[in-house]
């Protein structure tokens, strides 16, 4: 899988989105993950809590720092990754599949077009 797959969306934030029919599964992105070292904790959002698009969402600990989490799209925390509690690490060794952090319902989908493409963020990453 490449560092920054195609069908994902991302942010300026170095979050990454991926919708899975009204639902958006939400997680740290390669970079995110590579410059936050070893992830050793994650406060989630709890389920059911609204949040707007830009907006904290919880806080991932590493043993270098520790980072907001933010929202890609406003919606509604419909679930979290919670083996992460037990094996956090899966954030640095697999971003996109088990590591993800939490999954939104009832997004706005006029939002999406806000995010990035993959090769946007590469572009974007250039710049920094």
Excluded: R
Aim: hydrophobic share 40%; glycine share 8%; proline share 5%.
């Amino acid at each position: 899988m490449s560092q920054y797959p195609e069908a994902l969306k991302y942010t300026k934030e170095h979050e990454w989105v991926k919708l899975e029919g009204d639902v958006a599964v939400v997680g740290i992105t390669h970079f995110a993950q590579d410059a936050l070292g070893d992830v050793v904790f994650i406060d989630f959002p709890k389920v059911s809590t609204a949040v707007k698009q830009s907006g904290q969402a919880g806080t991932i600990e590493s043993v270098k720092a520790v980072s907001d989490i933010y929202s890609p799209l406003s919606g509604e925390i419909s679930e979290i990754n919670t083996p992460l509690n037990k094996s956090p690490a899966d954030v640095n060794q697999d971003p996109y599949g088990k590591g993800w952090l939490f999954k939104l319902s009832k997004i706005n989908p006029t939002e999406i077009g806000q995010l990035m493409t993959a090769q946007a963020y590469q572009d974007f990453l250039k710049t920094l």
